[in-house]
T-cell receptor, first 113, second 114 residues
Framework: AQTVTQSQPEMSVQEAETVTLSCTYDTSESDYYLFWYKQPPSRQMILVIRQEAYKQQNATENRFSVNFQKAAKSFSLKISDSQLGDAAMYFCAYRRGSEKLVFGKGTKLTVNP | DTGVSQDPRHKITKRGQNVTFRCDPISEHNRLYWYRQTLGQGPEFLTYFQNEAQLEKSRLLSDRFSAERPKGSFSTLEIQRTEQGDSAMYLC????????????FGPGTRLTVL
């Protein structure tokens, strides 16, 4: 079964600084998708960024970028120029095709002013 | 509002009672997913539908849990004889079936079993 591991239960960053959240996963599949979701306090989960496993180029969405290392099964999220609104739980997730998402336990990100 | 909606947002019940939650997906989405999230954990998959067909159920979904999507639109999740361990946030998500499409999440129903 696929598993997703987030080894950092909590992280903090100063406003305007850069922070990297770690994620590793385990799968025997070669074609899959990886995601980072953001869950602000008492608000719904939203997609931050997506990576297709067949693409070698790392995905980027404005201040958010990933470092996808397929052989190492590593998928980290870098947030640049952190803002107060980035404070949230961040979940790394795996999906094969259009099936269910498999989530990690999450990393709580605090942004200090 | 064209997002995923869930009702109720909060439910408090006594142990042994039955509860039912509703999810209304984004109208053009044919896939609907249910997840459960306990405090300090990531969401865990429960079941999903393509149109009205239930395609997969997790072993987390005991006999006390049942889900339906009778006309391929909204879905209901029923828990019978609730237990304190059922206390959690129940999340619904919807998407198109093609692999590229993301799942959009609703706000969740928070269940507290006393």
């Amino acid at each position: 079964a696929q598993t997703v591991t987030q080894s950092q239960p909590e992280m903090s960053v100063q406003e305007a600084e850069t922070v990297t959240l770690s994620c590793t996963y385990d799968t025997s599949e070669s074609d899959y998708y990886l995601f980072w979701y953001k869950q602000p306090p008492s608000r719904q989960m939203i997609l931050v960024i997506r990576q297709e496993a067949y693409k070698q180029q790392n995905a980027t969405e404005n201040r958010f970028s990933v470092n996808f290392q397929k052989a190492a099964k590593s998928f980290s999220l870098k947030i640049s120029d952190s803002q107060l609104g980035d404070a949230a739980m961040y979940f790394c997730a795996y999906r094969r095709g259009s099936e269910k998402l498999v989530f990690g336990k999450g990393t709580k990100l605090t942004v200090n002013p | 509002d064209t997002g995923v909606s869930q009702d109720p947002r909060h439910k408090i019940t006594k142990r042994g009672q039955n509860v039912t939650f509703r999810c209304d997906p984004i109208s053009e989405h044919n896939r609907l997913y249910w997840y459960r999230q306990t405090l300090g954990q990531g969401p865990e998959f429960l079941t999903y539908f393509q149109n009205e067909a239930q395609l997969e159920k997790s072993r987390l979904l005991s006999d006390r849990f049942s889900a339906e999507r009778p006309k391929g639109s909204f879905s209901t999740l029923e828990i019978q004889r609730t237990e304190q361990g059922d206390s959690a946030m129940y999340l619904c998500a919807s998407s198109w079936e093609t692999s590229r499409n993301e799942q959009f999440f609703g706000p969740g129903t928070r269940l507290t079993v006393l």
